[in-house]
């Protein structure tokens, strides 16, 4: 992507649908969700996850949250426990991400997950980027659009600023809503532990 501009693309159906190709061709999709933007590509592809890391300067031992389109996605990949389930069942859509033991034989990029034996999983309520989870057709890893130790980004603008030329195409669906990242809850380890404290808090996770 080096010397070439990223190109932007609108946030309606036409646009949300050649993002979702683009991200099953391999490329380096942004786009919003309800907590900040994503910098999304194909969990399954090696080299287009190995594109992520290149084009935020993100070390490679940090794995990636993976996004899924629904529920059934996420139980392909993952070991859902019925304690993950009610958690699920209560907050997703939305911005809680659940760390769970990875399925045996999941295709998901070893790069993605660090080397990890656990995946961490989210589906985002944002309608732009339901539809185009849903138009991808596979998980999507996408850690926020932004260089590496830089501000998480919440608008198309502030994507560009970091990443202009470095990733394929940007989805501009205005200024996200929550503007703080999702909360990560870790359900391998028991109690749970909450490794990034975010937008749901610990006494509605201790509700359900």
């Known amino acids: 992507m080096s010397g070439r501009l990223t190109r932007r693309l609108s946030a309606d159906s036409v646009g949300c649908l050649e993002a979702g190709t683009l991200v099953r061709e391999g490329k380096l999709v942004a786009f919003p969700t309800e907590t900040v933007y994503g910098l999304g590509a194909?969990?399954?592809n090696a080299l287009a996850v190995a594109g992520i890391y290149e084009a935020k300067g993100r070390p490679r031992f940090n794995p990636l949250i993976i996004h899924v389109a629904d529920q059934e996605q996420a139980r392909i990949v993952a070991l859902v426990s019925p304690r993950a389930e009610?958690?699920?069942?209560?907050?997703?859509?939305?911005?809680?991400?659940?760390v769970l033991p990875l399925r045996?034989?999941?295709?998901?990029?070893?790069?993605?997950?660090?080397?990890h034996s656990s995946i961490a999983l989210r589906m985002p309520s944002h309608p732009v980027a339901r539809a185009l989870l849903r138009a991808a057709a596979v998980p999507v890893a996408a850690p926020s659009a932004n260089l590496f130790s830089r501000p998480s980004p919440t608008t198309a603008e502030h994507v560009?600023?970091?990443?202009?030329?470095r990733i394929d195409v940007v989805v501009d669906g205005g200024a996200t809503t929550v503007g703080v990242e999702s909360t990560v809850l870790d359900l391998t380890?028991?109690?749970?532990?909450?490794?990034?404290p975010g937008a749901v808090g610990l006494d509605a996770i201790r509700t359900v």
């Not at 009610?86 to 659940?98: C, E, N, S, V, Y």
């Not at 560009?160 to 030329?165: A, E, F, H, S, T």
């Not at 380890?189 to 990034?196: C, D, H, K, N, T």
């Open 42 to 44: 194909d969990a399954t």
């Open 86 to 98: 009610a958690l699920m069942t209560h907050f997703w859509p939305g911005p809680l991400t659940l």
């Open 104 to 115: 045996a034989g999941a295709a998901i990029s070893d790069l993605a997950l660090a080397g």
């Open 160 to 165: 560009l600023q970091d990443l202009d030329g």
């Open 189 to 196: 380890e028991s109690p749970a532990v909450i490794l990034r």
